[in-house]
């Protein structure tokens, strides 16, 4: 036993001075960077390191009338301009407009009573006073009452309003033609940086004849907006406080 509680207590002690190291690391480098405005990423390859593991469709083969001047599926006469190769890039509207209102109310009440009596053991009845208190009565032995009431309300009020447009790139073709996109976008404004990240799968039918596709005909859509920097941080609770809230029961 002792042995085990020992193991336990080095165990603790391991993972508390790797996460105090790698807060203090990362305490270190944002000390480093103080009066530096944030760095922006690299641009890099967006296309994922391995194919994305969905069903996979058997391909289709194109079929083409001969002497037709019109190609199947194109909206222009001479070339299609809409993006539909590995590489080619296409907007994503992002006009998002929600608004949410659920509001609850629960309410129980329960009341109990028990009672029971002995006024007649083949006589032994009268020997309980002798036992518990003379002035025990038979009749009333046990006498029971308990109430209960809870009560909760809940309510929800939320709203949301993005309207934003950016390019994705095409990253990959699936067997039956669909697109995989992924589009990346980072602004700087003074010390603040913001991103939006969008990715996901579409259909080369639902891209207009303007090379633009509305975010919700993204199958699979992976939509992402926030911001880095000096006003992010203050608007976050600290550290301590994070892992206070985590570990604190009450």
């Known amino acids: 036993m002792n042995t085990l509680l020992k193991s336990n207590i080095?165990?603790?002690?391991?993972?508390?001075?790797?996460?105090?190291s790698l807060t203090a690391c990362n305490a270190i480098s944002r000390i480093s960077e103080i009066g530096e405005v944030p760095k922006l990423s690299k641009i890099e390859n967006p296309a994922p390191p391995q194919p994305i593991a969905l069903p996979m469709?058997?391909?289709?083969?194109?079929?083409?009338?001969?002497?037709?001047?019109?190609?199947?599926?194109?909206?222009?006469?001479?070339?299609?301009?809409?993006a539909d190769e590995i590489g080619d890039l296409l907007t994503v509207v992002i006009q998002i407009d929600d608004k949410a209102a659920v509001s609850n109310t629960t309410e129980r009440t329960r009341a109990n009573a028990e009672g029971?009596?002995?006024?007649?053991?083949?006589?032994?009845?009268?020997?309980?006073?002798?036992?518990?208190?003379?002035?025990l009565n038979p009749a009333t032995?046990?006498?029971?009452?308990?109430?209960?009431?809870?009560?909760?309300?809940?309510?929800?009020?939320?709203?949301?309003?993005?309207n934003l447009r950016v390019a994705a790139l095409v990253t990959q073709v699936m067997p039956n033609g669909n697109l995989i996109i992924s589009g990346r976008q980072e602004v700087r404004v003074?010390?603040?940086?913001?991103?939006?990240?969008?990715s996901g799968m579409i259909r080369p039918e639902d891209i207009t004849s303007t090379n633009t596709i509305s975010y919700d005909q993204i199958a699979e859509a992976r939509i992402a907006y926030g911001g880095r920097g000096q006003l992010s941080d203050v608007q976050q609770p600290r550290y301590g406080q994070q892992l206070y809230d985590i570990i604190f029961p009450f």
């Open 10 to 20: 080095s165990r603790y002690l391991i993972a508390g001075v790797l996460g105090f």
């Open 116 to 135: 029971a009596g002995l006024t007649n053991f083949l006589g032994y009845e009268t020997e309980l006073g002798g036992i518990f208190n003379d002035n």
């Open 141 to 162: 032995l046990i006498d029971g009452e308990s109430t209960s009431a809870s009560k909760g309300v809940g309510s929800v009020d939320r709203e949301e309003e993005i």
């Open 57 to 82: 469709p058997a391909p289709q083969v194109a079929t083409r009338q001969p002497n037709s001047l019109w190609r199947p599926g194109s909206r222009a006469f001479l070339k299609d301009q809409r």
């Open 190 to 198: 003074n010390f603040e940086v913001r991103e939006l990240l969008v």
